[in-house]
């Protein structure tokens, strides 16, 4: 699968962005039996997760990011969302998605446990 991710951009503190995050799958197989998740990384820092949906449309997120982040998925367009609210300074990263068809839960909040990759979108925050 090759993922593209779009959405990206400068805001002030408090907007609001949507990233977007579309799949190019294989002939024959499914998008829905992906997850896909979204991860963030600064310079010099660890890629920190944010948040994935499961095969069957369950979202997860990461501490810093619950009750203001949205994540969605449509598989008619082999596309997954990230509705990010009330942004800070603090969520300035590059947003990641990633996508895998094996990955179990437990490792759901794990980069290394993702086969697939998109390319990143630059999110700044000023204050």
């Known amino acids: 699968v090759q993922l593209q991710a779009s959405g990206g951009g400068l805001v002030q503190a408090g907007a609001s962005l949507r990233l977007s995050c579309a799949a190019s799958?294989?002939?024959?197989?499914?998008?829905?039996?992906?997850?896909m998740s979204w991860f963030r990384q600064t310079p010099g820092k660890e890629r920190e997760f944010v948040s994935a949906?499961?095969?069957?449309?369950?979202?997860y997120y990461g501490d810093s990011v619950k009750g203001r982040f949205t994540i969605s998925r449509d598989n008619a367009k082999n596309t997954v969302y990230l509705q990010m609210n009330s942004l800070t300074p603090e969520d300035t990263a590059v947003y990641y998605c990633?996508?895998?068809?094996?990955?179990?839960?437990?490792?759901?909040?794990?980069?290394?446990?993702?086969?697939?990759w998109g390319q990143g979108t630059l999110v700044t925050v000023s204050s």
């Open positions: 990633a996508a895998d068809q094996q990955i179990i839960l437990s490792s759901y909040f794990s980069p290394s446990a993702y086969g697939y």
């Open positions: 799958v294989a002939s024959g197989v499914s998008f829905r039996r992906y997850v």
């Open positions: 949906i499961s095969r069957d449309n369950r979202p």
